[in-house]
């Protein structure tokens, strides 16, 4: 028997509805620099999914814009200053974990000031296309769709270099 409209619209991919989790709200950036690189930041020990390497952002406070958030916690977290202007959206992830679901907005950015520094005590690396599509860096479920969008700003933003030079 096949189950109401209803019914399918509020169940998430494992059988449970989307309702008995709760929604996560976290904005995440692609920081590219002049070579064409992305920045990854490892999340530390003790934290969730901790090891894996994930793209720097954080969550959106409550009546905090995505842009905003993004602004705050690069500066909290990697000593940077992007400026909001600068901020291009690029994707987003829906992830189920078990005990949330997982929204997360990902812009693009490749101007800032000041030099990218692990100011929550993270390891970061600049990685090329190369090594971040051969899965060197692991990352946690949610990035892994991300993949394909990641790549193309990669290169769109290596082209673009090129170009002007």
């Known amino acids: 028997m096949a189950s109401s409209p209803a019914a399918a619209a509020t169940a998430a991919p494992d059988g449970a509805t989307a309702k008995s989790?709760?929604?996560?709200?976290?904005?995440?950036?692609?920081?590219?620099?002049?070579?064409?690189q992305v920045l990854l930041a490892q999340r530390p020990?003790?934290?969730?999914?901790?090891?894996?390497?994930?793209?720097?952002?954080?969550?959106?406070d409550p009546g905090e814009t995505p842009e905003a958030a993004l602004v705050r916690e690069l500066r909290e977290e990697l000593?940077?200053?992007v400026a909001s202007a600068s901020l291009r959206p690029l994707t987003f992830a829906s992830h189920p974990y078990d005990a949330f679901h997982l929204l997360m907005p990902t812009y693009v950015a490749s101007e800032w000031e000041g030099q990218p520094l692990g100011a929550e005590g993270q390891a970061l690396a600049w990685v090329g296309a190369r090594e971040l599509e051969g899965g060197a860096y692991p990352m946690p479920p949610a990035d892994l769709p991300m993949l394909a969008p990641v790549l193309a700003a990669m290169r769109q933003h290596r082209e673009a270099r090129q170009n002007a030079a």
Do not use: F, H, T
């Open 79 to 81: 000593a940077i200053q």
């Open 45 to 60: 020990p003790g934290k969730a999914l901790a090891g894996l390497w994930e793209y720097p952002g954080g969550k959106v």
């Open 21 to 36: 989790r709760p929604l996560l709200l976290v904005v995440a950036v692609v920081l590219l620099n002049d070579e064409g």
